[in-house]
């Protein structure tokens, strides 16, 4: 990912002659130094009156590019990072924020051309060593991105609904597809489905997992809510993941029997004390028993990928630190420790230290592991 850095303008300062000029240096200084204090919120607004002041300067925008990567705006970082572009196209930074973004949102392609681009300018720049780094590593790593594929802050999501032309579906398969999207008809919020029914029990499993407090609580029992920021919060999020397609898949015939087995112990026992079950009652219960049966495998199943993938990830090397890797990441190294370590001074280099790497928002993390 691109250094994110805030520096100065060229000079040091907007035109004097420009009494908005003033304002918006001050600004900019303000913005600055909420930065350093990792004050991103309050950053992004100081960047952004400065931008209303002076929207001609390509530093500002990518200043707050900067800043919405750290707020993970990712895009907004990109189109203000695509803005400072168009006000300097030879601003090598511009292209690195841009590729950082890119990166982010997915868009591999994107952020190797943004890379490259940062090559063409420069290729003895620090900037430009960076990127040769990252070309390597995104071209090396863009066709083995699938077990990521779950954990990706931004990022391209495969719906489960979506048919794959190079698929071969046998027919069950797509019948149980089918089947699986009129179920999840209902997942949303207020459990109404396209026609405005009431599709989903109110006190079931189920309506719990549409429920986003509720869900959180089922899905990952025992972890405070803090740590969940970045869990999916809902049902539909966590159908998005494309980990889940098959095993979701596997689920249906299973769900089926089960909600098969409910109904007709219901219809039986009412058929001991004497009431038949009409088949209008009967077409307006299979949905709720449908879900509630899906509801509660969902869980069991939820748990279960979730343990494969922390295995499948713990165990793959590429993720794995290797002080003898001949490449690297460089999304937290600023400009200064890059200089010492590329170019040092007096014509030594390849040795830099860099205080307070990993940033206090690890710390506790690290504490909880």
């Given at each position: 990912m691109a250094d994110l850095i805030v520096e100065a303008k060229a000079d040091g300062s907007f035109d004097a002659s420009d009494p908005s000029g003033d304002l918006a240096e001050s600004l900019r200084q303000q913005g600055n130094n909420a930065f350093k204090l990792r004050q991103f919120h309050e950053a992004k607004k100081l960047y952004t009156q400065a931008l209303q002041l002076q929207n001609s300067n390509h530093l500002l925008f990518g200043n707050r590019s900067a800043v919405c990567f750290q707020l993970k705006e990712y895009r907004q970082a990109l189109d203000d990072a695509n803005k400072a572009i168009e006000l300097?196209?030879?601003?090598?930074?511009?292209?690195?924020?841009?590729?950082?973004?890119?990166?982010?949102?997915?868009?591999?392609?994107?952020?190797?051309?943004?890379?490259?681009?940062?090559?063409?300018?420069?290729?003895?720049?620090?900037?430009?060593?960076?990127?040769?780094?990252?070309?390597?590593?995104?071209?090396?790593?863009?066709?083995?991105?699938?077990?990521?594929?779950?954990?990706?802050?931004?990022?391209?999501?495969?719906?489960?609904?979506?048919?794959?032309?190079?698929?071969?579906?046998?027919?069950?398969?797509?019948?149980?597809?089918?089947?699986?999207?009129?179920?999840?008809?209902?997942?949303?919020?207020?459990?109404?489905?396209?026609?405005?029914?009431?599709?989903?029990?109110?006190?079931?499993?189920?309506?719990?997992?549409?429920?986003?407090?509720?869900?959180?609580?089922?899905?990952?029992?025992?972890?405070?809510?803090?740590?969940?920021?970045?869990?999916?919060?809902?049902?539909?999020?966590?159908?998005?993941?494309?980990?889940?397609?098959?095993?979701?898949?596997?689920?249906?015939?299973?769900?089926?029997?089960?909600?098969?087995?409910?109904?007709?112990?219901v219809k039986k026992r009412g058929a001991e004390q004497g009431e038949i079950m009409d088949l209008v009652t009967e077409r307006m219960l299979l949905p709720q028993v449908l879900q509630e049966a899906f509801g509660r495998e969902v869980l069991a199943m939820v748990h279960r990928v979730n343990y494969q993938k922390h295995v499948k990830l713990a165990n793959d090397d590429r993720l794995l630190a290797d002080p003898n890797s001949d490449f690297a990441t460089w999304d937290q190294l600023s400009d200064e420790f890059l200089d010492e370590l590329l170019v040092g001074k007096n014509g030594v280099c390849g040795v830099a230290v860099m205080d307070e790497f990993m940033g206090e928002e690890w710390t506790q993390l690290l504490l909880n592991d």
């Open positions: 300097s196209p030879n601003w090598a930074k511009a292209y690195l924020r841009k590729a950082a973004a890119c990166e982010s949102l997915q868009l591999l392609s994107e952020a190797i051309a943004a890379y490259e681009k940062v090559l063409r300018l420069d290729d003895k720049s620090p900037e430009a060593k960076k990127a040769a780094t990252k070309v390597k590593f995104l071209k090396r790593n863009i066709d083995k991105n699938a077990v990521k594929k779950g954990f990706l802050s931004g990022k391209a999501k495969s719906s489960i609904y979506s048919e794959k032309e190079d698929l071969d579906q046998d027919t069950t398969q797509r019948s149980w597809k089918l089947m699986l999207k009129k179920l999840l008809d209902g997942c949303n919020k207020r459990g109404i489905n396209s026609q405005g029914e009431s599709v989903v029990l109110d006190d079931g499993v189920f309506a719990k997992l549409l429920d986003e407090d509720e869900f959180q609580r089922l899905i990952y029992p025992g972890i405070p809510m803090e740590q969940l920021v970045h869990a999916p919060k809902n049902l539909q999020m966590l159908l998005e993941d494309p980990w889940y397609e098959q095993e979701l898949l596997g689920l249906m015939p299973k769900v089926q029997t089960k909600a098969s087995s409910v109904l007709n112990n």
